[in-house]
């Protein structure tokens, strides 16, 4: 079974903090990943691809680590409205389409 | 543009009841997805289509369940019968080349089967 791990959370964070969390993947020869933002009560929408060398995105940073398969997230100078849940998702490759871990939900406190 | 339009936006119904859910994909993508979302599973892969033709149904639970795509911009979700197991957010997703590439989420569908 091709798994994606997430810690669950909350995890709740006063505004203005760094905040980082991880995604574990089973298969080693996953091809690509990305994270999702989901809004309460409102559909997942793409946050960021995560690209092999990593990448950054304004106050976001995604990194691939293939040799302990896990990626991660660090949001930067956390904002109100980075509340929501961030969804880790895998590509496998084949005819597969793409894999969705459970997310992390996030709390940023005034 | 309009994004993937899914109806209705909520259904509540009894038991044994069929359930019908439909989604309109973004206009030219390829690839249309079915999902159902819980708390205790999170967001599962029901279905998938590639030019109206299902390429994987794995994911699908069982026989009460089927999905059509008679076309290119119209795609149904069936439960028959209904039961309060399958209460959960059931969103389509489309996306333009390949099945990995990024999808586009509709507002879901929050179903309850009482």
């Not at chain 2, 909520?10 to 038991?15: I, N, S, W, Y």
């Not at chain 2, 299902?54 to 911009?73: Q, T, V, W, Y």
Request: proline share 6%; charged share 20%.
């Amino acid at each position: 079974r091709k798994e994606v791990e997430q810690d669950p959370g909350p995890f709740n964070v006063p505004e203005g903090a760094t905040v980082a969390f991880n995604c574990t993947y089973s298969n080693s020869a996953s091809q690509s990943f990305f994270w999702y933002r989901q809004d309460c009560r409102k559909e997942p929408k793409l946050l960021m691809s995560v690209y092999s060398s990593g990448n950054e995105d304004g106050r976001f940073t995604a990194q691939l680590n293939r040799a302990s398969q896990y990626i991660s997230l660090l949001i930067r100078d956390s904002k109100l409205s980075d509340s929501a849940t961030y969804l880790c998702v895998v590509n496998h490759g084949g005819a597969d389409g793409l894999t969705f871990g459970k997310g992390t939900h996030l709390i940023i406190q005034p | 543009d309009a994004g993937v339009i899914q109806s209705p936006r909520h259904e509540v119904t009894e038991m044994g009841q069929e359930v019908t859910l439909r989604c309109k994909p973004i206009s030219g993508h390829d690839y249309l997805f079915w999902y159902r979302q819980t708390m205790m599973r999170g967001l599962e892969l029901l279905i998938y289509f590639n030019n109206n033709v299902p390429i994987d149904d794995s994911g699908m639970p069982e026989d009460r369940f089927s999905a059509k795509m008679p076309n290119a911009s119209f795609s149904t979700l069936k439960i028959q019968p209904s039961e309060p197991r399958d209460s959960a957010v059931y969103f389509c997703a489309s996306s333009l080349g390949t099945p990995q590439e990024t999808q586009y989420f509709g507002p879901g569908t929050r179903l309850l089967v009482l």
